[in-house]
């Protein structure tokens, strides 16, 4: 027999979909959800994000490749006997029933018996803090009153896997920060698995454990928001994932990049040597010193108060533009120096996906040398 627990619940295994003649709008995804996870898909529009919730729920069927449920492909198995409920965007709740019946709605189509009916609709009313709100038409409830009414339908049934597309998106600020707070600590409480669609990468940062980028059907990255943060695999990732500075460069040899006509120290290797190469630091890894003390000498075009930091806008004698994040303040007009880390230095080879980089380092060797 399998070992349920030590196999993901969701494998895509090399998972395309195309309509048509047209371009897929998925190519070749594959990854592993493991049982009791956050999981978040991010990425801009059209990237795909939907569409792979709806392969997992079973709406729409791969054209190629496979999708399986603890070890077993569901490829044609249809969304009712899937272990997976759906929060949609527009939460799709019935305007004319009350709190209660929209919750208890898919319990009453599978003909549960009214006492259990009862039970369960008052526990998941009691997770999502809508304690007797029963009889409430869901018109006299507030957005995030009707948002936390679609979550208490999605867990009424204790489904393996919840999908969430874009759930927040409705809410003004301060109310999407508190359903990201009550989201995340739900997810903690039910321990059931959760897979989020977002296209804001803060809101994908603050609540996953493990993250995957997407763009353009394809899976550009996955992994923590730390590992995605501070190793962007390409300039795609860097840029959508944070504030970046991101500047040419060359790949002198292992541990070493030359950029804005310099050699730099860094912690990168595995490349071509004289390889063309993309630079990534961060706005807050940069320092701010004296020109003479700086690995960098740049000038200082403008300069902003954040209330934390200063953002200080410079560039250097190459004609690269450096984005600073500092308490410390610059005066427009002046040279500043500024110093980094070599670990705050990220090469990145063009246009590179994490399949591509894998390989990559798995070819060159885990002692450095190529095979
Ligand atoms: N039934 C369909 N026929 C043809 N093309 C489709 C169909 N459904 C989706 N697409 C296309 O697939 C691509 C991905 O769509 P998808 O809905 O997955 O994007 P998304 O990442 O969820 O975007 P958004 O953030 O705007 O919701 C889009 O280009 C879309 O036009
Ligand atoms: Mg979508």
Not at 287 to 310: C, M, N
Request: aromatic share 8%; glycine share 8%; with cysteine.
């Amino acid at each position: 027999m399998n070992d349920m627990t030590s196999q993901p619940i969701i494998r895509f295994e090399r998972v395309t979909v195309q309509y048509d003649d047209d371009p897929p709008v998925l190519r070749d995804v594959s990854f592993e959800i493991e049982r009791g996870k956050f999981y978040t898909l991010l990425g801009p529009s059209g990237c795909g994000k939907t569409t792979i919730l709806r392969l997992i729920a079973g709406f729409i069927e791969p054209t190629q490749g496979n999708i399986y449920f603890n070890g077993t492909v569901v490829n044609r198995v249809p969304a009712e006997k899937r272990q997976v409920n759906t929060v949609f965007q527009d939460y799709a709740l019935f305007p004319h029933l009350n709190v209660f019946e929209n919750v208890a709605f898919g319990l009453r189509v599978k003909k549960m018996k009214s006492a259990d009916i009862k039970v369960k609709v008052r526990e998941a009313l009691r997770f999502v803090n809508l304690d007797g709100y029963e009889t409430r038409r869901i018109s006299e409830m507030s957005g995030g009153q009707r948002q936390r009414v679609a979550i208490a339908r999605a867990i009424v049934n204790r489904p393996e896997v919840i999908l969430l597309d874009e759930p927040l998106s409705a809410l003004d600020l301060k109310l999407r920060t508190e359903m990201q707070y009550e989201l995340r600590e739900l997810q903690r409480r039910l321990g059931i698995t959760f897979i989020f669609v977002t296209h804001d990468q803060e809101e994908a940062l603050a609540m996953s454990d493990e993250i995957f980028v997407l763009n353009e059907g394809i899976i550009q990255q996955s992994g923590t928001p730390t590992d995605i943060y501070d190793e962007p695999i390409n300039r795609f990732v860097a840029d959508f994932i944070g504030e970046s500075n991101i500047v040419p460069g060359r790949m002198t040899r292992d541990y070493l990049v030359e950029f804005a006509g310099k050699p730099f120290e860094c912690v990168d290797r595995g490349l071509t040597p004289n390889e063309p190469v993309e630079v990534v630091i961060r706005p807050e890894d940069l320092e701010i010193t004296s020109p003479e003390q700086g690995k960098l000498r740049i000038k200082v075009d403008s300069q902003l108060f954040r209330g934390v930091h200063y953002e200080i806008l410079g560039h250097d004698e190459a004609g690269n533009k450096w984005l600073v994040h500092s308490t410390k303040k610059a005066t427009v007009g002046e040279e500043i120096g500024l110093t980094f880390e070599p670990e705050a230095i990220h090469v990145m080879r063009f246009g590179e996906t994490e399949d591509e980089f894998d390989k990559r380092l798995e070819a060159y060797g885990e002692n450095g040398h190529v095979k």
